[in-house]
């Protein structure tokens, strides 16, 4: 699932190669993951050009003149960039065919993310309701919001309306750094762990954007994980401690983190899958 990271360096791809190119044809191969939140078909961008590429948390929203397509790729959405001679994969859903020769491709294994064409931003679901990015919240900001919730820690993290932009795998890599049990409930953390969770947020989040813009390049589909310390490294030894890393399935996802850097007791149900 790309996370803020991934989508911040995929943007700036795209704000550099897409944007002003203009969209010679729209072809919409499989419209279960297009919903046009206006009277227009997504084919009547044919002949305008994107004017800016942004991002706000896990969505990539692409302007045009007074309107906006805007990219949820959830669980296995893609973009590919490519040229239009290149093979579709089978799961293509939608490709803007752009000037010169060069395809934006719309791809998702699962059919879970969803494309919407929008006038209003605040029509698209679940987009009014997202905090402020990860990355421009302020300590006084966080530690306030934080107030508001009293779940598992990874469960804050990942919420949201807490933080926008941390999904699963950051927020693995976020505890690990800040060395917080991930399924802390947040009443019981303390000040200091406060403080270490937010500048691990800041480093986290700001350190994988610098290693994926080093190493993306136009391969926007590709979704670079290897350097992660703990996320997807269950049964490894723990780059701190050398500990084996734990794997849990619990609240219906997949858990990383280390038992001896990150201790605590779980209460509720889960099962361990390593460690
Ligand atoms: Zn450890």
């Known amino acids: 699932m790309p996370e803020l990271p991934e989508l911040e360096v995929t943007k700036e791809f795209l704000q550099e190669h897409v944007v002003g190119r ?33 991002r706000r ?16 790729p959830m669980l296995s959405g893609r973009l590919y960039f490519c040229l239009s001679a290149e093979r579709r994969l089978a799961k293509t859903f939608v490709i ?37 990015e990860a990355l421009e919240v302020t300590f006084e900001a966080f530690k306030e919001r934080l107030k508001r919730h009293r779940g598992e820690m990874k469960g804050v993290l990942i919420n949201q309306a807490f933080v ?25 953390l303390t000040g200091e762990e406060t403080r270490r969770v937010y500048e691990a947020m800041r480093a986290v989040l700001e350190e994988s954007i610098a290693t994926i813009r080093e190493r993306m ?8 994980r290897d350097f992660l310390a703990v996320h997807g490294k269950g049964g490894s030894p723990c780059p701190r401690c050398g500990t084996s890393i734990s794997e849990v399935r619990a609240r219906g996802r997949l858990t990383d983190f280390c038992r001896s850097c990150q201790p605590g007791i779980m209460i509720g149900h889960s099962r361990s899958l390593r460690g």
């Open 22 to 54: 203009r969209i010679e044809k729209v072809e919409v191969l499989q419209p279960i993951v297009v919903r046009s939140l206006t009277d227009l078909e997504f084919t009547s961008l044919e002949g305008q050009a994107f004017t800016e590429v942004g």
């Open 57 to 72: 948390g896990k969505y990539l929203i692409f302007s045009l003149d007074a309107l906006y397509l805007v990219i949820n």
């Open 96 to 132: 803007w065919h752009l000037q010169s020769g060069i395809d934006l491709r719309y791809v998702d294994e699962r059919q879970m993310g969803k494309i919407y064409l929008t006038p209003d931003l605040s029509l698209v679901p679940g987009f009014a309701m997202q905090g402020p």
């Open 164 to 188: 926008a932009g941390i999904g699963n795998a950051y927020a693995d890599e976020i505890l690990f750094r800040a060395r917080v049990y991930p399924f802390q409930r947040r009443p019981g």
């Open 217 to 224: 390049g136009d391969q926007i589909h590709l979704k670079f």
